[in-house]
């Protein structure tokens, strides 16, 4: 999924904070991405399928791992 925020005054003074990561969790590759573009806050999530199925241990490690990775925030922070 990709979020676009479009920023007043082209962004300037602008920050965002979100997480940049590429992690395996659960059989699938997850990839994040946080960041300014020409005044627009861009916040990226793909995912892509590695294995056909994973065992009953690894999807409980896999969900408390998703659970984690909700629960961390994306912001766009304004200017003082």
Do not use: C, H, M, W
Request: cysteine-free; overall charge positive; aromatic content about 4%.
């Amino acid at each position: 999924s990709r979020t676009e925020i479009a920023l007043p005054q082209a962004g300037k003074g602008f920050t965002v904070r979100g997480p940049n990561t590429s992690e395996t969790v659960g059989g699938y590759e997850i990839k994040r991405s946080s960041r300014l573009e020409n005044g627009v806050a861009v916040f990226l999530t793909e995912s892509r399928t590695l294995t056909r199925e994973i065992s009953a241990t690894d999807a409980e490690a896999a969900t408390r791992k998703l659970r984690q990775l909700a629960g961390e925030d994306s912001l766009v922070r304004a200017p003082l």
